[in-house]
């Protein structure tokens, strides 16, 4: 479909605030609150303590919110989406975890990260008991499908984290080995809670494609949207360090486009910045960056993304959990942390 003809269509759809599709999932968002409270737990205290700490500082859950549209947006009436919802918060929780120790990041959500409270060991651990926690969980929906998409899906993450890892203090990566790098560590997590629905529910091949891509194009948008914040938002509105993709020398598309672009003093300071990593630059290498329009490039690269995620719902007859999902996507490029 041309882009044209999906922003037209886009635009003529009702929309749902966030607070309105809280309230449209709440008791199934109850009863996944119940289960990551009882699967948290364990004899060791230790998991206890840390995995309380990490799931209770807050997040937007929308990982777990899209496996819980897309089942009632297909009409499922069992209960195993709740299940699959706390793994997938679970899987991405214990990414989490080892992303902060990777990159060293001492804030994330507004609040010390786990790792800087207690300490780099403790985290990895605990992300392994999360990871191995989903996986037990996981088995009990009694389905290799399910089993398939979500084992994929962790294997391909962790090899996105391998990639951004090889990408780092790198000033030659390319915008589609970026685009590559985020397809792999973020977007895969949401096209597994998307696609998680419509397997649930029993609907056709065709239509598990299509929200796997939807969840795919979201998850793209989520993330190119985050790039951009990291340049333009506050620590306060972000939860967490302004500059710190540079810091740890990231090449993101603000500061790819803005060397693509830019005269020779800027790409000159972004190639150093990069290769140096840390916030030595950073103000000027933010000046740089809205001076080549790259926050605007960025945007509009995730509203298509957006677009293309929207798209895909046709499939799926209206309902206040389609709108949600629509809605979603919308969320995903407008907000500011």
Do not use: W
Not at 55 to 71: D, E, F, N, V
Not at 117 to 143: I, P
Not at 212 to 226: E, K, N, P, R
Not at 244 to 264: C, F, S
């Amino acid at each position: 479909m041309h882009l044209d003809t999906v922003k037209q269509r886009s635009s003529e759809v009702e929309h749902m605030s966030v607070s309105e599709i809280n309230s449209l999932i709440a008791t199934d968002t109850q009863a996944v609150d119940k289960h990551i409270r009882t699967r948290l737990q364990s004899d060791v205290a230790l998991v206890n303590q840390l995995g309380h700490y990490i799931i209770s500082s807050g997040g937007k859950r929308l990982r777990p919110k899209l496996l819980l549209l897309s089942a009632r947006a297909f009409g499922y009436q069992g209960s195993h989406h709740t299940l699959l919802a706390a793994v997938v918060e679970f899987i991405h929780t214990a990414t989490l975890l080892h992303d902060d120790v990777v990159d060293e990041s001492d804030m994330r959500r507004g609040n010390e990260t786990a790792n800087a409270l207690f300490g780099n060991a403790a985290s990895v651990l605990v992300g392994d008991f999360l990871y191995s926690r989903a996986f037990q969980m996981m088995v009990e929906a009694n389905s290799m499908r399910i089993m398939a998409v979500l084992s994929d899906a962790t294997n391909v993450i962790a090899e996105g984290e391998v990639m951004q890892l090889m990408n780092c203090n790198e000033p030659d990566t390319t915008e589609e080995r970026y685009l590559e790098v985020i397809r792999y560590k973020t977007a895969k997590l949401f096209e597994a809670a998307s696609q998680l629905g419509a397997i649930l529910a029993q609907r056709s091949e065709r239509e598990i494609r299509a929200m796997a891509s939807y969840g795919m194009h979201l998850g793209t948008a989520f993330q190119l949207i985050d790039d951009a914040l990291d340049y333009t938002s506050s620590s306060e509105e972000m939860g967490k360090n302004v500059g710190d993709d540079l810091a740890e020398g990231k090449p993101t598309l603000p500061l790819i486009y803005a060397m693509r672009v830019g005269n020779e003093q800027q790409r000159t300071l972004i190639r150093n910045a990069i290769e140096q990593g840390g916030r030595d630059h950073i103000d000027a290498v933010i000046q740089a960056i809205h001076d080549t329009k790259a926050i605007d490039y960025t945007i509009k690269a995730a509203q298509q993304e957006a677009l293309l995620a929207t798209s895909q719902l046709d499939l799926i007859p209206p309902s206040p959990y389609k709108t949600a999902l629509i809605s979603l996507a919308e969320f995903a490029v407008n907000r500011n942390h």
